[in-house]
């Protein structure tokens, strides 16, 4: 993947940027985050711009995990374009949305490129299974949404032992919750989730679905790249 970068980024942005490891708990705004994280963002240091994925511990790094992040920015590049909740920027809702919809087309390309992420994927299932099991359907519509993003997340590409597990567990304990999940899944088979208009068209699908709303903008990612570039001395 990280050959990948270094040519989508001559290609699209005529600029090289590195990729720098560093430790999370270094970073004031996800030092104290619940969990393993893997997080990856543009910075500049002393007027270069660089790619820092932040991990929980650089001395015993998951090259898979890696992967994931930088491909993110892969197809950001490639023309993937989030869509932002202009009413509620940020919300768990907007995360959980461009990251459930990037993750076919991730999971395509890091295939493609020799590495097959099924076992992370599984991974997260089994946690979440573990933890839904432990806790009750809430009766508040609006505040399952954000587990309905989630949990179609995992129920659409993780192993079919995974995806069977957690069905069971989501039909005793959230059954509403998983007949939504099941909404989305249909509806994602309306589009081509690999390429970046059928990607797009998918998001705004779901946002129609389930009723996130009505004020949200596409935005390209890649636009913030050329914007931090251009402001290098």
Not at 24 to 44: D, K, M, S, T, W
Not at 181 to 186: A, D, T
Not at 189 to 204: R, V
Request: proline residues 4%; charged residues 25%.
């Amino acid at each position: 993947m990280y050959n990948e970068w270094n040519k989508i980024t001559k290609e699209k942005l005529k600029h090289e940027i590195k990729v720098w490891i560093a430790d999370r708990h270094q970073n004031p705004y996800i030092q104290n985050a619940n969990g393993e994280l893997y997080f990856a963002f543009p910075h500049v240091f002393n007027n270069e711009l660089v790619l820092v994925i932040w991990v929980d511990n650089t001395s015993d790094l998951h090259e898979i995990l890696i992967s994931h992040e930088i491909g993110h920015h892969v197809l950001s590049l490639k023309g993937h374009k989030e869509l932002h909740d202009v009413s509620n920027r940020r919300s768990q809702n907007e995360i959980l949305l461009n990251s459930f919809a990037s993750h076919v087309p991730l999971y395509h390309l890091q295939l493609l490129l020799g590495s097959n992420p099924i076992t992370e994927i599984d991974k997260r299932t089994l946690h979440n299974i573990n933890l839904f099991e432990k806790s009750n359907e809430s009766l508040d519509i609006n505040s399952l949404k954000p587990n309905i993003l989630y949990l179609s997340d995992d129920l659409l590409n993780c192993s079919p032992e995974a995806k069977k597990k957690l069905v069971a567990v989501l039909k005793t304990k959230h059954p509403f919750t998983l007949s939504q999940c099941e909404r989305v899944i249909v509806l994602s088979k309306n589009y081509n989730l690999i390429t970046p208009e059928g990607n797009l068209k998918f998001k705004k699908a779901i946002v129609k679905l389930l009723a996130l709303g009505d004020n949200w903008t596409e935005k390209s990612p890649t636009d913030e790249f050329l914007k931090l570039i251009n402001g290098l001395k």
